[in-house]
């Protein structure tokens, strides 16, 4: 697997890239290791890390396709920003949930935050030196959670001190974060974004509540012949306002108070074919501008010219 993904990694830096490519960690620790930059964070303005989620692992998909993501950013904020200098980040340092079998039925699955608890001291170990090697000390930083990412990115920031350095936090096609509120995150409430597509089925996952309330209202429906009636009141009772995610209160939610921007609806999962589009495609300018835009402009610190969402 990594050794694939080794040389997938090796062959875009010896090819070269658009900004210039950065390997700033390399390891062959669980399912692989690998902290990319697009652009020399030492000496930027602005520096983006972005955490990625279920199923990534060092192969020749982080290669492909992670690794892009953070280099849309980077192109997309010079667009938006063109005399801003950017340092585009994807921090692969901690092992995400894979959907083998036998992590689905460990603690290693996508249904535990083990892993993302594991991965956000690490995390912060990395923000930690993004200042201290900086040249000028004081770039404007941003943390970005994706997926199963934005548990890891939550977690982090509920650590004492939170997010050693960061101004900012994203989070997209998040599952929950472990916290209620964004003011819990160690930024400020105003500092806290988040993109939610219509059709990303994570950002839409039950709660924990909402299921056990719908196995005991199935349960008790059954005995009076209606047991889907039953199971739908069950977990309409445990999350009235419809607010809670797997982990925790949803972030796109008006109760968590955050600031949530406009992002396309993406395709539905019947309209691609279950492959997800709409949880994947935040940073693609090409599958969603708007999306890809509003995440350049809080890199750079122009949110205040955001697209925001009514909630």
Do not use: C
Not at 10 to 26: E, F, N, R, V
Not at 27 to 36: F, L, P, Q, T
Not at 43 to 67: C, H, I, Q, W
Not at 75 to 95: A, Q
């Amino acid at each position: 697997m990594w050794p694939r993904g080794l040389k997938a990694i090796q062959a875009k830096l010896l090819a070269g890239s658009d900004p210039p490519m950065y390997l700033l960690g390399i390891g062959d620790e669980g399912n692989g290791r690998a902290i990319v930059a697009y652009g020399n964070p030492d000496t930027v303005k602005n520096v983006s890390s972005y955490v990625p989620g279920l199923t990534t692992r060092l192969d020749e998909d982080f290669a492909g396709g992670t690794m892009k993501r953070a280099q849309d950013t980077a192109l997309t904020v010079r667009e938006i920003s063109p005399h801003s200098s950017t340092s585009s980040i994807v921090w692969l340092g901690y092992d995400a949930p894979q959907l083998s079998a036998g992590d689905f039925l460990s603690s290693r699955s996508v249904m535990f935050a083990d892993d993302a608890e594991a991965g956000a001291p690490a995390y912060n170990q990395f923000m930690a030196g993004i200042s201290a090697t900086h040249e000028n000390g004081d770039p404007h930083i941003t943390a970005i959670g994706h997926s199963y990412g934005s548990l890891a990115v939550g977690l982090a920031a509920q650590e004492k001190g939170g997010i050693p350095g960061a101004d900012d936090i994203i989070l997209v096609g998040s599952p929950g974060t472990g916290a209620n509120s964004a003011d819990q995150l160690n930024v400020g409430k105003a500092h806290v974004f988040v993109g939610a597509a219509e059709h990303d089925i994570v950002t839409g996952a039950p709660s924990k509540g909402q299921v056990a309330g719908g196995v005991v209202g199935g349960v008790l429906g059954a005995f009076a012949g209606v047991p889907e009636v039953g199971a739908a009141a069950g977990a309409s009772a445990s999350d009235p306002n419809g607010d809670d995610l797997w982990f925790g209160k949803d972030p796109a939610s008006k109760a968590f108070g955050a600031t949530r921007f406009a992002v396309s609806d993406g395709p539905t999962i019947f309209e691609d074919h279950g492959k997800m589009k709409a949880h994947s495609n935040y940073f693609n300018p090409a599958k969603d501008q708007m999306s890809a835009d509003n995440i350049a402009r809080i890199v750079v610190g122009l949110d205040a010219a955001l697209r925001a969402e009514r909630l």
